[in-house]
């Protein structure tokens, strides 16, 4: 069914153009004609150019791929397939997570201190005068949230890796918020990763995006949690 959007943004991870059918998928003009109409239609910003442009659902056009028995599987087809595939499955395990994702009552921070402290001594078998922020942090998520549990689901999917580094993102940012502490949750989740941080950042805020926007029900659930409407 066609439609017409005027608005500003095309998300290309999520739409392909019809030369991008031709350039990408390797798809014939005959081919490109047999998926059927296109799911956008957009005006052309370029000036003179009057040529509406017209974008395709890289999941439906996925989907009519492995339908068509005469397309060849050449290897960057494949490739394609297999990616989107992955990705959709990260973003539907990881919003899963986050949805089972609960933070149990906690004692004034006063009181957490010396717990802090005796648990970082087990974790690092050093004795700390006074209680790290990390310690603090990976203290409330052992010990006060189902984190532990949630994580060892994980082992269970191959997509386990990608799932633990941004879900661990999303506990400690939430465990920050409500201890009311503004910092950035990358370094405290993931502090060996430091060359990674600037693309771990970018990465989060698209799966969030993504999940927003494929997951069914996803995105009520997240204008009913503070954490999600402050980094819209």
């Given at each position: 069914m066609k439609k017409s959007d005027r608005q500003d943004r095309i998300d290309l991870n999520q739409y392909v153009t019809r030369t991008g059918l031709i350039k990408e998928y390797k798809l014939t003009r005959e081919q490109v004609q047999a998926?059927?109409?296109?799911?956008?239609i957009r005006p052309n910003i370029q000036p003179y150019n009057t040529t509406n442009i017209y974008l395709y659902?890289?999941?439906r056009v996925l989907r009519w791929i492995e339908e068509q028995p005469d397309i060849p599987r050449n290897?960057?087809?494949a490739q394609h397939i297999a990616d989107s595939y992955r990705k959709?499955?990260?973003?539907?395990?990881?919003?899963?997570?986050?949805?089972q994702f609960t933070i149990h009552p906690l004692?004034?921070?006063?009181?957490?201190e010396q717990e802090v402290v005796l648990f970082a001594?087990?974790?690092e078998g050093k004795v700390q005068k006074k209680a790290p922020l990390t310690g603090l942090i990976a203290l409330i998520r052992h010990s006060y949230t189902n984190y532990n549990e949630l994580i060892e689901s994980l082992n269970k999917t191959t997509e386990s890796a990608e799932l633990y580094k941004y879900f661990k993102i999303y506990v400690c940012q939430c465990i920050l918020e409500v201890l009311g502490l503004k910092y950035d949750a990358v370094?405290?989740?993931l502090p060996e990763m430091r060359d990674e941080w600037p693309?771990?950042?970018?990465?989060?805020?698209?799966?969030y995006a993504q999940m927003q926007s494929d997951v069914p029900g996803f995105s009520q659930f997240c204008n009913n949690h503070s954490f999600f409407r402050s980094n819209k």
């Amino acid at each position: 069914m066609k439609k017409s959007d005027r608005q500003d943004r095309i998300d290309l991870n999520q739409y392909v153009t019809r030369t991008g059918l031709i350039k990408e998928y390797k798809l014939t003009r005959e081919q490109v004609q047999a998926l059927g109409e296109p799911d956008l239609i957009r005006p052309n910003i370029q000036p003179y150019n009057t040529t509406n442009i017209y974008l395709y659902e890289r999941a439906r056009v996925l989907r009519w791929i492995e339908e068509q028995p005469d397309i060849p599987r050449n290897g960057e087809t494949a490739q394609h397939i297999a990616d989107s595939y992955r990705k959709t499955r990260v973003i539907h395990l990881l919003a899963d997570l986050i949805k089972q994702f609960t933070i149990h009552p906690l004692p004034p921070l006063g009181e957490m201190e010396q717990e802090v402290v005796l648990f970082a001594y087990h974790q690092e078998g050093k004795v700390q005068k006074k209680a790290p922020l990390t310690g603090l942090i990976a203290l409330i998520r052992h010990s006060y949230t189902n984190y532990n549990e949630l994580i060892e689901s994980l082992n269970k999917t191959t997509e386990s890796a990608e799932l633990y580094k941004y879900f661990k993102i999303y506990v400690c940012q939430c465990i920050l918020e409500v201890l009311g502490l503004k910092y950035d949750a990358v370094p405290i989740a993931l502090p060996e990763m430091r060359d990674e941080w600037p693309d771990l950042r970018k990465n989060y805020k698209t799966l969030y995006a993504q999940m927003q926007s494929d997951v069914p029900g996803f995105s009520q659930f997240c204008n009913n949690h503070s954490f999600f409407r402050s980094n819209k």
